[in-house]
Structures are given as structure tokens and as C-alpha cells.
């Protein structure tokens, strides 16, 4: 039994379902998280979502189009997360977080920074299990390479909506072997000039596959110990 199993009460809600829904445009899975929070009731399982996107540029809901700087022929989809603009395409792993937060503290508040940290701490867990170190940055969410050559360039990002019944969507999405130029084409996360980084060119040379669930497994025991 793992850590995660034994500090679960019988009556804890079960982990989130995984589910697999391959290449899929982003338009496609941003109306399918829309739909699917609407629809839930209090017996709807809470779920992870991975997919891969085709290029795709996405801007936050307080997001400033002017951190688009040349967009070329990449889609630009406004949405309703937190956060300001960033980049989807192929080699990123993309996990959407379909959960019912308040069903795992019935009797508390959402614990908003909790559960950003228990993401961060995912990614963190994830990288560490390939050698890779990454850290937070006060103020700027999402994870960034610790140490090396590459040190402070941003590796992972998230971007969350919370409504007000303590459902969430959108999620985290972590680089792995990818074409970086896109995120030159903008101000990544409104900051700019920063640079951005991927498992392979730090050395981790993984087939996507494998990192998609590793991140889902990591996700999956933070929230279970953690939420």
C-alpha cells in the first residue's frame, strides 16, 4: 500500500480517473472542460485529462494581448483561466485538472495555494525522478530549471480556473521535447525576455508517453495526501 493509500480515510473520495484524449485541437478541450464542470453532480468523478495540442497560443482572462508579439500563423484563443499568455504544441505534456475540490475539504474552505503548490510540487517530484532540479519563483507561478546552464528558464507553466462551487479545469502543462521558437514569438507569461526550456534540451531524453502519466501519478498523490 502506498503513502498516498494509507493516509486516505474508507470514506475519502476515490483518485481522479485518467483519461487519455490524445492530439486534440485546444478549442476542443476547452469546450469539453466548460461542459463537463457544468454538468457535474456530486456523484461525477473527479478527472485528469491528458492531452497534446497542436500549436496553440492561449491568453488568461486578465491577459494582455500585447505580450503576443508575433503570433505568425499560430492561433490565438482567449479563455477563461488565470494567467496571462502562453504556448501548447507538440512534445508538451498537458494535464487538465477536472476536480471537485470541495469534496475533499466538505467541511473547509478551498484551499486555493495548497492545491497550486501540490501542482508544483508534482512537477518538481517529476523532474527530480529524471535528475532534473526545479523550483518556484515567488510571484511568477509555474516551475523553473533550478541549476546548470539553464537556470531560471521556465520549464513548466499552469493556468487554473476555480469556480465558485470549488470545481476546477485548465490545468499544468510541462515541456519535453519540443520547438521552443514559438515561445520567442511572445512574452511568455508576461515576462519578457524570459526564456523557456524543455526536458530534452536539459539532457532527459523520454518518449512523451511516459512522462504524461509519470506527471498524472505525481499529480495524483499530492492531491490525495494533500487536499
Known amino acids: 500500500m502506498s503513502s498516498a493509500q494509507q493516509l486516505r480515510s474508507p470514506d475519502y473520495p476515490p483518485s481522479p480517473q485518467i483519461i487519455r484524449r490524445g492530439v486534440e485541437s485546444y478549442s476542443v478541450s476547452f469546450e469539453a472542460m466548460r461542459a463537463f464542470t457544468a454538468a457535474r453532480s456530486a456523484d461525477t468523478p473527479d478527472q485528469l485529462w491528458i492531452v497534446e495540442h497542436p500549436p496553440v497560443y492561449t491568453l488568461g482572462l486578465g491577459a494582455d494581448p500585447s505580450h503576443v508579439l508575433a503570433p505568425h500563423d499560430i492561433p490565438v484563443i482567449q479563455t477563461d483561466r488565470g494567467g496571462e499568455v502562453t504556448y501548447h504544441g507538440p512534445g508538451q505534456v498537458v494535464i487538465y485538472l477536472l476536480l471537485d475540490l470541495r469534496r475533499r475539504r466538505p467541511a473547509a474552505r478551498v484551499f ?72 520567442s514569438w511572445i512574452n511568455p507569461c508576461g515576462y519578457e525576455g524570459l526564456q523557456t526550456v524543455d526536458m530534452k534540451t536539459l539532457g532527459v531524453d523520454i518518449a512523451l508517453s511516459e512522462m504524461q502519466l509519470a506527471l498524472a501519478d505525481h499529480l495524483i498523490e499530492k492531491f490525495n495526501c494533500v487536499i
Not at 495548497?114 to 526545479?134: C, H, K, W
Not at 539553464?150 to 520547438?179: E, P
Request: with cysteine; glycine share 12%.
Open 112 to 183: 486555493v495555494r495548497e492545491f497550486v503548490r501540490s501542482i508544483e510540487q508534482a512537477v518538481i517530484d517529476t523532474l527530480a525522478a529524471y535528475n532534473l532540479a526545479g523550483e518556484r519563483k515567488p510571484g511568477a507561478p509555474g516551475i523553473y530549471v533550478a541549476d546548470g546552464a539553464w537556470q531560471g528558464a521556465k520549464i513548466a507553466a499552469l493556468g487554473l480556473k476555480i469556480k465558485a462551487s470549488g470545481c476546477t479545469y485548465h490545468g499544468v502543462s510541462l515541456n519535453v521535447a519540443m520547438d521552443l521558437t514559438p515561445f
